[in-house]
């Protein structure tokens, strides 16, 4: 069965800084694998996709790797903005997304 | 376009009433499905649906009904509410269930069985 799992739940950094979001997922057959960002009381967003045959994406201050024989992705926020505080989720998709719980992010002014 | 909705975005039922989660898109999507998501367990799949006429169960589908009769719609129903499936429901879309393709989310429905 297919576990995808975030460390750390939580994390809180002084603006600036940057920081890596980690995601693990225990079945490497995979098709995509996605990072999505939730403020608090609303939906998701998606942020980047990578699909299996990728290793990263990037979108501006976020870049986001894959290396899926190990089960692993990282997502890597540059010079973080308090603006940037929120939940990230990582979901593997297999036809259907399985999510991990989450890190929620604190960027202090 | 106006995405995912959902409506409504509260709701109170008592144990054993009935109602149905709205949920419709504009983006002419192939895909959708329902989550909930619930503290310290994610977001988990409910039931999806890869067309018009077309659904099936995810991870969690008991105690939800689902149906698609147009492209635009897909409502989920709680048939006899109960305090377990208090929870945040959240409606999304895709073009299909290709690998390629971003999933759009609702903005979500809290909902409270007492």
């Known amino acids: 069965k297919q576990e995808v799992t975030q460390i750390p739940a939580a994390l809180s950094v002084p603006e600036g800084e940057n920081l890596v979001l980690n995601c693990s997922f225990t079945?490497?057959?995979?098709?995509?694998l996605q990072w999505f960002r939730q403020d608090p009381g609303k939906g998701l967003t998606s942020l980047l996709l990578i699909q299996s045959s990728q290793r990263e994406q990037t979108s501006g201050r976020l870049n986001a790797s894959l290396d899926k024989s190990s089960g692993r992705s990282t997502l890597y926020i540059a010079a973080s903005q308090p603006g940037d505080s929120a939940t990230y989720l990582c979901?593997?998709?297999?036809?259907?997304?399985?999510f991990g719980t989450g890190t929620l992010l604190a960027v202090q002014p | 376009n106006a995405g995912v909705t959902q409506t409504p975005k509260f709701q109170v039922l008592k144990t054993g009433q009935s109602m149905t989660l709205q949920c419709a898109q504009d983006m002419n999507h192939e895909y959708m499905s329902w989550y909930r998501q619930d503290p310290g367990m994610g977001l988990r799949l409910i039931h999806y649906?890869?067309?018009?006429?077309?659904?099936d169960q995810g991870e969690v589908p008991n105690g939800y009904n689902v149906s698609r009769s147009t492209t635009e719609d897909f409502p989920l129903r709680l048939l006899s509410a109960a305090p377990s499936q208090t929870s945040v429901y959240f409606c999304?879309?895709?073009?299909?269930?290709?690998?390629?393709?971003?999933?759009?989310f609702g903005p979500g429905t809290r909902l409270t069985v007492l």
């Open positions: 649906s890869v067309g018009a006429g077309i659904t």
């Open positions: 999304a879309s895709s073009w299909t269930s290709g690998s390629t393709d971003t999933q759009y």
């Open positions: 979901a593997v998709w297999v036809g259907k997304l399985i």
């Open positions: 079945d490497s057959a995979i098709y995509n």
